[in-house]
């Protein structure tokens, strides 16, 4: 018995298209469906939306770590009347050919990820090839703020959907910049989040208006001196190293807050607009 499969090795999955699209009005499955007698007893309406919803079915095999998926075509759709073809059908399904290659293709159009990759050495899906890997650790240095929040949230999904293997064998990490410098009489404190502002205050014995206080918007902010003293001196710096767990949860958060559904992202604004507390516009 095969204990490994050979490289390349195809995980997929299948579906049959008169099963999973639904609402084919054309095809002779709707006809039984909706005709007294017949063993088709349940219609199936829109079955799983697998017509509309494709892009996300894909995006959720791909999050499986599947690499492969066999659709059908239904061809009631394509020629729903004899001699007549559907253009509008055609390139439906040519879109959900292109769906991977088109997300890949936008991407690399952008000459900061080009750079990336270049650096890096080790290619992009799949002719990704980890020995190529130039560096022993990648990392992830973003502002401290918001925006460098949504920063970082890109690239972990972009290493996770092309350079996933950079994951799993532990070369990824997240520098933790500084959010505030805290400044009192001869000390100088920095804190990295509101809670840690307050327990350096606390630490302090004083209120936030008797220190000097200074909320970093951005590394720029910092002189070189401060950027190595906080975020990249080996000795004191602090350095997350990321998980697939972690990166798989940032893909799932780029894909519901800038995906083509709405309701998702609906419902997070509406859940969490009360918690917002610095708003940047």
Known sequence: MMNEFPEGFLWGAATAAHQVEGNNINSDFWVFEHTPGTIFAEPSGDAC????????????????????????????????????????????????????????????????????????????????????????????????????????????????????????EGHLYIAQPPLYR?????????????????RVLKELGVSADKVSLQRYKGLGEMNPTQLWETTMNPENRTLLSVSIEDAAAADRTFDMLMGAAVPPRTKFITTHARDVRNLDI
């Open 49 to 168: 939306d697998h017509y509309r919803l494709f892009r996300k079915d894909i995006q959720m095999l791909h999050e499986l770590g599947l690499n492969a998926y066999r659709f059908s075509i239904e061809w009631a759709r394509v020629e729903p009347e004899p001699g007549f073809i559907s253009r509008a059908s055609l390139y439906h399904y040519r879109e959900v050919l292109e769906t991977e290659r088109a997300r890949l293709d936008k991407i690399l159009s952008n000459n900061e990820v080009k750079a990336l990759i270049s650096a890096l050495g080790t290619g992009i899906g799949d002719s990704f090839d980890l020995s190529g890997l130039r560096y022993g650790r990648v990392v992830i240095m973003t502002d401290a703020d918001v925006d460098g929040s949504h920063i970082r949230t890109l690239l972990l999904t972009f290493f996770f959907r092309y350079m996933q293997p950079l994951i799993e």
């Open 182 to 198: 805290v400044a009192y009489r001869n000390q100088v404190r920095y804190a990295y989040t509101e809670a840690d502002l307050s």
